[in-house]
């Protein structure tokens, strides 16, 4: 019988197990016995209905955590009359960020949206269109407000006044999904201011790579190839314009220019115009975010576009360098070349999420299916049951130390991860679907299925 933990398995064993387990490793030496694991690895093929039971505690932690109120953030007492807007007026973030205008709750709605696709679950996009339309229900509310006493932070300030990635990107690729399974023309709205925003108003190098203006004056973050990449290529499949597979590819292609270290495939955090040769911090989440954006842009531009042979370039690069660096607990490192650095779920999420799509969609090859496979094993085992997420890191800004890095704090309402994780599981349960699992030489060896 096949026991899950290796260890538990040979001390259970026959001496004739033993000596079958030894030839099967090559060995002749009876007495050979495999290395405990590391603490907490599941070395098996999950069940898809176990992918599920994690998603779906996820799910219903958003659900019961996200209240769709309106308060008085002074009093904390439910506003109701919507007839004059008050200044303190705002939206109840005291749960958390569920029913806020913001980049981690854009990548949660779009993984939502994508759990439905995969599983056929309808309660996902259920909840991910219950939100945008609470949100668009009270938008007119807190424009009148913004006009009476200037924009609120707790009043969907960011939706009312873009000024940044962080502002549209992220959860403007999300609305655009929500806007194919309903087209709500307040949605499509929506879309094309932000649309506007990315394409003409926001920061840009000359070369026309997306920047900004913080932690000095010009600065590349690798977050943002998230916060723009996945709205440009759904732009390019809304507006059925190519023009705007041509920006995703330039964002992906110039960033990495500067970003992507040669030697490992990973990234920098960020790149300084002041600074060339600024001090190099391979922080694992701003890998995730440029590893996730390059896939759903190969997943969304065309076949023959020019540039499309280089972004595949870029992300097989990537995924061999993160591959390499995989801890032998199936977690990925906060910094992904300190080993020393602790074990982090969002950035383990995001790999894990990238390396299945790559195998599922043939960018990459099926031997990088168990490095998605034990990913998954191990981020699972943080989802606790009452759906939080242990071991996310909490937001963190460009910085100029690994003292900065290590020291991030992990918190159950970092919402950074909750949305990768979603999108973990789901790709996942599509590679699962998609190959042959031979389980031999105590490894797993994927074959894609015969039709």
Known sequence: MYLRTFGIGLALASPLALIAHAQTLGRSDPSFTQPSLAPGVDYVVPAESEIKGALDRIRDYF???????????????PITDFAAPTKTAGVDLRPGQF????????????????????????????YALKNFDFIFDHEDYFRRQAKLFGPQTYGYGRLLDMRALDDCGAIGAALIDAWMKKPDPRYRATIDVIAEHIAHKQMRLPDGTLARAR??????????????VPFLARMGQLAKDRSWFDDAARQIIQTSARLQDPRSGLYDHAWFENTPNDPKFYWGRGCGWVMMAAAELLSAMPEDHPDRGRVLEIFQRAAQGVAAVQSGA????????????YLET?????????????VNRGWLSPVYAPVAQTGW?????????DGRIEGICVSTTAAYDSVYYYNRPTDLGAMQGYGPVLMAGAEVIAMLRSFDIDHTLNTFHYRTKKK
Do not use: C, E
């Open 63 to 77: 659900i019961r955590s996200t209240p769709y109120a309106i308060i008085d953030t002074q009093t904390g007492r």
């Open 99 to 126: 029913n806020d205008w913001d980049y981690p709750m854009g990548v949660a709605l779009a993984a939502m949206l994508r759990v439905t696709a995969v599983t056929g679950d309808p309660s996902y996009q259920a």
């Open 215 to 228: 932690p000095q004056p010009v600065s590349i973050w690798a977050d943002d190839m998230y916060m723009s």
């Open 330 to 341: 199936g977690m990925w490192h906060q910094l992904l070349d300190k080993t020393d650095s």
């Open 346 to 358: 969002s950035a383990s999420a995001m790999f894990t999420f990238a390396i299945a799509r790559g």
């Open 377 to 385: 094993q191990a981020i699972a085992a943080r989802v606790r049951p």
